[in-house]
């Protein structure tokens, strides 16, 4: 079996809640001595504010592809037998589970290391977008990860992704974190 074999990427919808039992089968193994999991459920609260539901979007074929990119690197760090990814689409009410990772490995270390990496890359670089909604209000969040991996590309000058030929760019205001679609990007 190659590394692509045994890895399961899949975004699901709203209908179906995410089946634990299938994707811990998935990855066990009589080699593998080590499984980690990763649970994100809806949480009832968030900064004082009363959680009612989240509701996720998401660009699936480049989810799908970015996702089987971040297991590949993982993979390519780690020792690892099965790896699987799930993620839920539209909306999951709070206690309800919106992703979930479980990854087997010969060693715990390798297992631990590699799940945090999965969802730490997942929350910083796939287009799954997600909208908190309150008892009074609802806004679109930017996960922690993707703001810190934003700052750091901008450090090197490249956080806009145009060409800066003026001294009129002004990059604190350009450059600030905040999601900003570049007219000429190649998406």
Same mark, same amino acid.
């Given at each position: 079996? $190659? %590394?692509? #074999? ?10 179906? +809640? ?12 009589? +080699? ?14 968030? @900064? ?8 996720? @979007? ?10 089987? %990119?971040?297991?590949? =690197? ?7 037998? =099965? ?14 589970? %919106?992703?979930?990772?479980?990854? =087997? ?15 730490? #890359? ?12 309150? %008892? $009074? ?5 930017? $996960?922690?990860?993707?703001? #810190? ?34 007219? $000429?990007?190649?998406?």
């Amino acid at each position: 079996m $190659n %590394s692509e #074999e045994k890895t399961l990427v899949e975004i699901i919808d709203e209908n179906k +809640q995410i089946d634990l039992a299938k994707y811990i089968n998935y990855v066990s193994a009589p +080699q593998a001595g080590a499984i980690a999991t990763f649970s994100g459920t809806t949480r009832d609260t968030f @900064e004082g504010k009363t959680v009612v539901e989240l509701r996720y @979007e998401a660009y699936v074929p480049m989810a799908v592809r970015n996702l089987k %990119s971040i297991c590949s =690197s993982a993979r390519s760090s780690w020792d690892l037998h =099965s790896i699987a990814v799930v993620h839920r689409l539209g909306t999951v009410p709070v206690g309800e589970m %919106s992703v979930f990772i479980a990854v =087997s490995a010969t060693h715990r270390a390798d297992a631990l290391d590699a799940c945090k990496f999965l969802i730490d #890359e997942l929350k910083a670089s796939v287009p799954i977008w997600k909208k908190e909604v309150y %008892s $009074n209000g609802e806004v679109w969040k930017e $996960n922690k990860e993707f703001l #810190e991996r934003r700052l750091e590309l901008g450090k090197d000058g490249g956080c806009c992704r145009r060409k800066i030929e003026t001294e009129a760019h002004d990059k604190k205001e350009c450059c600030k974190p905040k999601v900003k679609m570049d007219d $000429n990007a190649d998406f």
